[in-house]
């Protein structure tokens, strides 16, 4: 599976949007872009996932870049709740999702 | 939506003890299931993957035989540690995934603290 590159850390005030960065040069065209997060001593939560085009669902939007090789993730809203570590995480049909280290946002009042 | 649990949410055990912790999916079937193992400020690193009827899969460096998994039904996998040690004081999570597309989510439990004294 492609590895994914993130920044550490990110702030982001609240109401506004946060948009994350992941770079995966590597992805192969079978391979589809997943975001989790991850609230503090919780489970992840599944976000969105894309294969090349553009997603957006209740949570989130999901831009894919047409080479694939990078894609950004975009909170519109940013709330006090959305504070969390985001993992952009690329995966085949091995189902296998391999966690980097992610980006913790903290969004700030 | 698609939920999972797990039991129990802590435990406490002493070294040299085995401990059993259950993952199951409340609303659907997974016949896939996956095992991981978090420590303090790092991120998910994945132990195993769980087949419902077969033997788990387990990643490089995961020791199957202190690492037991069993996954005897479409809803429910088990991950039992033998003879814990306290440097398998850690947090394990579960996921469970939708099964039949070639595009799933999974949907991941709540954790299990365990400490090991």
């Known amino acids: 599976d492609a590895k994914t590159t993130q920044p550490p850390s990110m702030d982001c005030a609240e109401g506004r949007a946060a948009n994350l960065p992941c770079n995966h040069s590597?992805?192969?065209?079978?391979?589809?872009v997943y975001w989790y997060r991850q609230i503090h001593s919780q489970g992840p939560q599944y976000i969105i996932h894309?294969?090349?085009n553009n997603e957006t669902n209740e949570m989130a939007s999901l831009i894919i870049t047409e080479d694939r090789k990078s894609s950004t993730l975009i909170l519109p809203h940013a709330t006090l709740r959305d504070t969390a570590v985001y993992y952009c995480i690329v995966s085949g049909n091995t189902g296998k999702l391999i966690f980097g280290q992610g980006t913790t946002l903290q969004v700030k009042p | 939506g698609a939920v999972v649990s797990q039991h129990p949410s802590r435990v406490i055990c002493k070294s040299g003890t085995s401990v059993k912790i259950e993952c199951r999916s409340l609303d659907f079937q997974a016949t896939t299931m996956f095992w991981y193992r978090q420590f303090p400020k790092q991120s998910l690193m994945l132990m195993a993957t769980s087949n419902e009827g077969s033997k788990a899969t387990y990643e490089q460096g995961v020791e199957k035989d202190k690492f037991l998994i069993n996954h005897a039904s479409l809803t429910l996998s088990t991950l039992t540690v033998t003879s814990a040690h306290p440097e398998d004081s850690s947090f394990y999570i579960c996921?469970?995934?939708?099964?039949?597309?070639?595009?799933?989510?999974?949907?991941f439990g709540p954790g299990t603290r365990l400490t090991v004294t």
């Open positions: 996921s469970a995934s939708h099964t039949g597309s070639e595009v799933y989510e999974q949907y």
């Open positions: 894309g294969l090349k």
């Open positions: 590597t992805i192969s065209g079978n391979e589809y």
